[in-house]
């Protein structure tokens, strides 16, 4: 068996949502130390749905593809839906990821909820007022 799945392959090697949207409704950042990969993404908001999103990784080819990913998976969604995004969903759209790389798609998954913080944060919406 391939260690890495065809989905992941092709995230890997044709990125989707790759770049920087510079008027950006909200950025977050994330890292592992532990393994160095470092994301960044980007989302540009209207009327509670994700019009835009963008990333910028650092890391290996498995945290490129949860990247990519995770992006396909919240562009056009609905600020509530992009909130609840888990890791597991996006490593179950790339169908798997090995035990040992599944922290890519946790970073993936924190750096969506980075990105929705600080959009928050510069809606200056308080947590009551967040749609959860």
Do not use: W
Request: glycine fraction near 8%; charge should be negative; include cysteine.
């Amino acid at each position: 068996m391939a260690l890495y799945s065809d989905k992941v392959m092709d995230h890997f090697l044709n990125p989707r949502n790759v770049g920087v949207i510079e008027d950006a409704d909200g950025v977050g950042e994330v890292g592992n130390a532990k393994c160095g990969d470092i994301m960044k993404m980007y989302l540009k908001i209207e009327d509670d749905i994700i019009k835009d999103v963008k990333f910028e990784t650092f890391g290996c080819g498995s945290a490129i593809a949860s990247s990519s990913m995770a992006t396909e998976l919240i562009k056009g969604k609905p600020v509530n839906e992009a909130m609840k995004l888990t890791n597991k969903a996006v490593a179950e759209a790339l169908d798997g990821l090995p035990d040992y790389k599944m922290h890519c798609s946790v970073l993936a998954e924190e750096a969506i909820q980075s990105a929705l913080e600080d959009y928050y944060k510069k809606a200056g919406l308080k947590d009551d007022e967040k749609a959860l």
